[in-house]
Structure formats: C-alpha cells, structure tokens
C-alpha cells in the first residue's frame, strides 16, 4: 500500500492512527490506463483540450478496446480541440472580405495567419483519422462501435475538406463520404431505426451533403427519411434511450426547416447543426 492525499488514488480501509495524520490509505491506480483516463477527464473539467487529446491518444493507443467512457472522453477531446481551430478558421476567412480593401499587405497577414490554423487543423485531423483507421475501426468488436468510429472517420475528413482546396478537398470529400456511407451501411442493417448512433449519423451525413457536396436535395432527403423511420417506432423506446434520440431528432428537424427555406429562397445559408456535438449530449 501507498500513503497519499491524491484524488488519482482509490481509498481503501482506513485505521485511527491513520486519520489522525491526516493521511487516506489507497491503492495506486492499476496501470497507467486508469491514470490517463482520469487525467482525460480533469483536463476536460479544466478546458485543457490540448492536454485531454494527448491523454486519451495515450488511452485509445494501449490495445483494449475503449469503453463507452472512454470512447466519450476520446471523441470529446478532439471535437474540442479541432473545433476550436475550424471556428478560428471561420473567424479569420470573415475577416480577410471585410479587410479586403486595405490593400494586399493587410490580406498577406491574414492569409498567413490563417495558413497557420490550417496547418494545426490538418494535423489534429491526420492525428486522429490515423488512430481511427488503425487502432480504433479494426478493433470494433460489435455493430455500433464499428458505425461509431466510421462516422468520426467520415466527421474528420469533412472537417479536412472544408478548408483544403482543389484536388486536396475532392479527396478529402470523397474520403468523407466513403466513411460515411459505410457507416450507413452497416447502421442500416444492424442498428435499429431509432437507434442514436446511427441517428447521429445520419445527421453529420446530411450535413455533409449540404455543406460539402453543395447537394441541399440529398441532405434534406437522407434527414427526412432517417427521422420518419425513427419517429415511427420512438414509441417503443424506454424512457433513456428515448430522450438520446429526441435529442437527435430535433437537430435533424431543425436542419429539415433551414435547408428547406433556404431552398425556397434561393440563398446561401451555411449554418450548421454539427451532429459531432451529439455525442455530448
């Protein structure tokens, strides 16, 4: 045994000597998982996201398969972590129309700022797609975790294309679609229709179509189907599982009510409902 005041250690039995030193008997966490796991968690209390991808990285990268936790923490971080990045993106490309008439040495600054956000989004997205297609797809062992981790594949690729151009974003679309469409194809014949993961899916899926692949009649349709077939059997859901999927199926009806006006009007509306957000929920 091991005398220590840490939160990283797990209290055992305690004896009267003991407390009045002040001092909590405990075990030392079992390996280095456990560490990591927790330390995941108190930098994601502390908004550290930096920190929570390198300890969850460590995590996913151990061999055993992640638990739903785990896996949580996992695909919190980087969410966090890149999202912070894509909304910096947004913020500077806004920028660069409204500064463009200060002429081309203002416009080089920003365009140089923004290279550099871009070189730190492609690497969090690489860093992660490389975990998911080595580590964390070959090692799902059942249907959900497998669609689970298809659609971070396909969630980080869209991410990748948003910005990258020419042949570079073709790739990164194509990837993005391929991931999500094999996601699809496993959801629908092993996950009920009702089922959040694969809501959760066809959310980012959607949203894929309209923003990426410039198709507003392939989103609304793919979102349109994956809520009709789930609305028709909520009723049989517990009281849990019910609430994750209503959840789901708000986001999707309030994607089907914007891409729809923006349809009827014509115009340009990129707002996005990510469905990555899900998970959090």
């Known amino acids: 045994q091991v005398w220590h005041r840490s939160p990283l250690f797990r209290a055992c039995s305690v004896t009267n000597s ?3 030193q002040g001092l909590t008997p405990v075990k030392i966490m079992s390996g280095t998982r456990d560490e990591n796991v927790f330390m995941g968690r108190l930098a ?13 990285k460590r995590v996913a990268t151990m061999g055993a398969e992640l638990n739903l936790e785990e896996r949580n923490l996992f695909s919190v971080s980087y969410k966090n ?8 993106w947004r913020a500077v490309n806004v920028l660069e129309t409204r ?38 797809v070959p090692g799902a062992s059942d249907p959900e975790s497998r669609v689970y981790y298809l659609k971070l594949k396909g969630d980080y690729h869209r991410y ?17 679609h391929d991931s999500y469409q094999s996601a699809s194809d496993v959801a629908i014949s092993e996950l009920p229709r009702s089922h959040a993961t694969r ?55 309030d994607n089907l009510t914007l ?23």
Request: proline residues 1%; negative net charge; contains cysteine.
């Open 44 to 56: 994601e209390q502390a908004e550290r996201y930096e920190d929570m991808v390198e300890y969850m």
């Open 259 to 281: 891409w729809t006006s923006d349809m009827q009007q014509g115009g340009d509306n990129q707002m996005e409902q990510d469905g990555t957000n899900v998970e959090e929920l």
């Open 99 to 136: 500064e463009a008439s200060k002429g081309p040495a203002v416009l080089e600054l920003i365009r140089t700022y923004r290279a550099k956000i871009e070189k730190e989004l492609n690497a969090r997205c690489e860093d992660i797609l490389h975990i998911l297609a080595e580590v964390l």
């Open 199 to 253: 809501l959760g899916l066809a959310l980012n899926f959607s949203v894929f179509y309209y923003e990426v692949f410039g198709s507003p009649e392939k989103a609304c349709m793919l979102a349109k189907a994956a809520f009709d077939d789930a609305m028709s059997v909520m009723a049989d859901l517990g009281e849990a599982d019910y609430q994750d999927s209503a959840q789901i199926l708000q986001l999707l009806r």
């Open 18 to 20: 003991q407390l009045a």
């Open 160 to 176: 990748l294309a948003e910005f990258s151009m020419g042949s570079q974003h073709n790739k990164c679309a194509q990837d993005a």
């Open 81 to 88: 972590a890149v999202g912070a990045r894509r909304q910096a």
